[in-house]
């Protein structure tokens, strides 16, 4: 059996609203393309009507129907590996492990009621979630994993505040995820089985033995490639193997990142759409804002009055890096 699991991230840059990092993990015969198998269902160079596009998220979300195309594929992904698509954000941040307690100490996170999907037709997303997980059973493959983590502002200071590096604290959040799909690879492996994880590279970084030696104590790390654009490792632990690739444009490399991808950037979306609606409530003619630095610092601008006099928590809000 081969094993692709693919590691990916939205939301580094800005200043308002969670980074979120996805993992992935399909199983299928050798040789198996996942963009093959499921051509009937999914594109990957360009929207089609009727299919769900895996590729770079940035690339799915572009456009006025931006966000419908990026909804469909992230749930109906979801869909294929649970069976149904959540109802809410809260029931899917939920179903996905978080601890809500943390992000309701933000109002703007006080209620998670918003309803899924928020553009897409939900019965479309269940049948071609059906048809998906059918295409890949017929062909041998199962979608085993999709695994979705957000590091909300305040979690993402403390982290600043820990290592006071913010590369340090991006690999941190981001290892969290890779070492949930390692540890459930390792889990499932065989001898004679191959596992393969391809990430998106992390920032700048071109070294990882020791941040993989510490996620994974009880394997023998060797360095097979470490240069500009690509790093690559094989972890050994008792007669099982997995490769780990470091990768710029790791989206355009492999589906599960590519995928992972699309699920971190809906889930950011979706928060970023709470942090919105909520201080609309308060300003109702304030233009919604993406977090990005420029945007964000004039929507911060526009909403100062209501932070002041609500006495909002700043460390909740406003990222420090």
């Given amino acids: 059996m081969n094993y692709l699991a693919g590691v990916d991230e939205a939301g580094l840059g800005p200043i308002l609203g969670p980074l979120v990092v996805s993992g992935v993990t399909l199983a299928g015969p050798e040789g198996t393309a996942p963009w093959r198998l499921l051509q009937r269902h999914v594109s990957k160079l360009k929207h089609k009507q009727g299919k769900v596009r895996v590729a770079d998220s940035k690339r799915v979300h572009q456009g006025p129907h931006g966000l419908r195309r990026l909804e469909e594929t992230a749930l109906v992904f979801w869909t294929a590996l649970h069976g149904e698509p959540p109802a809410t954000l809260g029931e899917w941040l939920v179903a996905l492990g978080h601890d809500l307690a943390p992000l309701q100490r933000c109002?703007?996170?006080?209620?998670?009621?918003?309803?899924?999907p928020r553009r897409a037709d939900r019965d479309w997303i269940a049948l071609t979630g059906a048809l998906v997980a059918r295409t890949l059973q017929k062909g041998g493959c199962e979608l085993?994993?999709?695994?979705?983590?957000?590091?909300?502002?305040?979690?993402?200071?403390?982290?600043?505040?820990?290592?006071?590096?913010?590369?340090?604290?991006?690999?941190?959040?981001?290892?969290?995820v890779l070492g949930t799909l390692l540890l459930r690879l390792f889990?499932?492996?065989?001898?004679?089985?191959?596992?393969?994880?391809?990430a998106d590279r992390c920032g700048g970084r071109m070294h990882y033995r020791h941040d993989l030696q510490r996620l994974c104590p009880d394997a023998n790390v060797t360095v097979l490639a470490e240069a500009a654009g690509l790093s690559r490792y094989l972890l050994a632990q008792r007669q099982r193997t997995v490769q780990i690739t470091f990768a710029e444009r790791a989206e355009d490399r492999a589906f599960p990142t590519a995928l992972a991808s699309c699920c971190a950037k809906y889930l950011r979306e979706l928060m970023v759409e709470c942090l919105n609606r909520w201080f609309r409530r308060?300003?109702?003619?304030?233009?919604?804002t993406a977090g990005y630095y420029v945007d964000g610092h004039r929507f911060l601008a526009d909403v100062a009055p209501q932070i002041e006099s609500l006495q909002l928590p700043r460390h909740r809000l406003v990222r420090v890096r």
């Fill in 107 to 116: 109002p703007w996170y006080e209620d998670l009621d918003l309803e899924l």
């Fill in 187 to 198: 889990g499932r492996l065989q001898s004679d089985d191959h596992a393969h994880l391809i």
């Fill in 144 to 176: 085993l994993d999709i695994a979705v983590r957000a590091v909300d502002v305040e979690e993402w200071n403390q982290l600043i505040a820990d290592t006071d590096n913010k590369s340090k604290a991006h690999f941190h959040a981001y290892a969290e």
């Fill in 282 to 288: 308060q300003v109702p003619d304030l233009k919604p």
